[in-house]
């Protein structure tokens, strides 16, 4: 849903960080979080499920990872028209 991110937190070495965020930028869009092998994915996928950009991280750098979700109440183009037979 447009409005989802992710923030992601790495530690850079030398006892600094630095911080990355990746968000859904369209409507229908989502962030998909993913770990395994010592590498966390977040992505950026459409409703149909191609991937529009990635961010990868190595698992054993990665200090935080936030999820903010989108508000509840959705944005314009998102809104679907419902048919009512009167």
Do not use: C, Q
Request: hydrophobic content about 40%; charged content about 25%; glycine content about 10%.
């Amino acid at each position: 849903m447009k409005g989802d991110r992710v923030e992601i937190v790495i530690d850079a070495g030398s006892g600094t960080t630095r911080t990355y965020e990746v968000a859904a930028t369209r409507a229908g869009r989502r962030v998909n979080v993913t770990h395994g092998r010592g590498v966390v994915e977040v992505s950026e996928v459409t409703r149909g499920g191609s991937t529009v950009r990635t961010a990868r991280f190595l698992a054993n750098r990665v200090l935080a990872l936030v999820e903010h979700p989108a508000a509840d109440d959705p944005v314009a183009d998102e809104i679907t028209p419902s048919l009512r037979s009167v």
